[in-house]
């Protein structure tokens, strides 16, 4: 079945440290990829997405691009601030059939100062 | 607007009690979806509701009913309450048009002794 796979947690980072949240899926046809975030406390919040090959997600300085090559989905951020500390969920569905989302386990990302 | 709000934010109940979670989103969606969280697990989908009147089974739908009262809301039911069903309860909700995406509530924290 369709699934997702990211990086085990947790992450520790300096302030201004460069992240790479490892996401890798699996699926047949051609799904859109999420990135959601969840601060502590709150509910998910879409981070950005992307919805066909070779796409670039970005928000907040974050990024991600769609490899259908390397079935990933790798999100980036060159330097990291304390308010970046939450946890990272990526996520996949189809376009045009199911309407479920399809989460990772999620990466707990702590940045100290 | 006030997005997708979730009543209540905390509960404790003893097992074989009964409770509804509740869940209205001021959106004018007409997708909602019931997930639960759990350490290590990622979210997982309980049930979820293409349009008012219809439901559909997710992927551990087992102990759970669901109503789409109309638009607006959308119950979580526990009939007969267990420990395994400890976890985190999110309500989303989305518009069911092109690529859009899921707004989720804040969640509730939901104990089971």
């Known amino acids: 079945g369709d699934s997702v796979t990211q990086m085990e947690g947790p992450v520790t980072l300096s302030e201004e440290a460069f992240l790479t949240i490892n996401c890798t899926y699996t699926?047949?046809?051609?799904?859109?990829l999420f990135w959601y975030v969840q601060y502590p406390g709150e509910g998910l919040q879409l981070l950005l997405k992307?919805?066909?090959?070779?796409d670039k997600g970005s928000n907040k300085g974050f990024e991600a691009t769609y490899r259908k090559e390397t079935t990933s989905f790798h999100l980036e951020k060159g330097s990291v601030q304390v308010s970046d500390s939450a946890v990272y969920f990526c996520a996949l569905r189809f376009q045009g059939g199911s309407e479920k989302l399809v989460f990772g386990k999620g990466t707990k990302l702590t940045v100290n100062p | 607007n006030a997005g997708v709000t979730q009543t209540p934010k905390f509960q404790v109940l003893k097992t074989g009690q009964s409770m509804t979670l509740q869940c209205a989103q001021d959106?004018?969606?007409?997708?909602m979806y019931w997930y639960r969280q759990d350490p290590g697990m990622g979210l997982r989908l309980i049930y979820y509701?293409?349009?008012?009147?219809?439901?559909d089974k997710g992927e551990v739908p087992n102990g759970y009913n669901v109503s789409r009262l109309n638009k607006r809301e959308f119950s979580l039911r526990l009939e007969s309450a267990a420990p395994s069903q400890t976890s985190v309860y999110f309500c989303?909700?989305?518009?069911?048009?092109?690529?859009?995406?899921?707004?989720f509530g804040p969640g509730t924290r939901l104990t089971v002794l």
């Open positions: 509701s293409a349009s008012e009147g219809t439901t």
């Open positions: 992307a919805t066909k090959a070779d």
């Open positions: 699926a047949t046809g051609y799904p859109s």
């Open positions: 989303a909700s989305r518009e069911t048009r092109s690529y859009n995406e899921q707004f």
């Open positions: 959106m004018n969606h007409n997708s």
